[in-house]
């Protein structure tokens, strides 16, 4: 009779591993999905925070200017006027093309991809970098001697957010 409290006994042992080892399977699922919603969620948040921070007045002023047809961009005095509002190029880059220069380029690194791009920016990427006014400007400072990579990231959202508006 004791060699049946032995088997019995390994045997109880073997089906503790097995429901060791599979509740241990079940919890790595439930933490890998709990990840990802977790990185979905992280990535929604950059994105919400991103666009909020390029609604700000000074992005909002900028871009209500460029939309003008009087917007010129003269490269002597580095300033952009249009009718009464002027801005320089820094305010350009700190307040438009650098975010969404930034975006793209974290685009390229996978922390957003690209359908919250153009989700969210596609329409600022397409006016902005279509605008005649920011054309000139974006060719006068890839002539200046540091400027020949500026802004390559964005005409490469502009030219795939583009291409997937044509798809559609």
Known sequence: MSA???IAIRGA???AEWLTAIATVALVVVAWVQLGALKLTSRADFIHRLSADFCKPGARRILR???RQDCKFDPDSQKFIAGDVTFDTYELDDFVLGPLESLALFEQRGIVDL???R?????YIV???ENSVVQEYCFWQAEQPEGADVYTG???VYRLCKAIRSVR
């Not at 989700?119 to 329409?123: P, Q, V």
Request: charged share 15%; net charge negative.
């Open 13 to 15: 042992g073997v089906w």
């Open 154 to 156: 964005l005409a490469r």
């Open 4 to 6: 049946l409290v032995v």
């Open 65 to 67: 200017a460029l939309e």
């Open 127 to 129: 006016t902005v970098w």
């Open 119 to 123: 989700d969210f920016f596609g329409w």
């Open 115 to 117: 359908s919250m791009v």
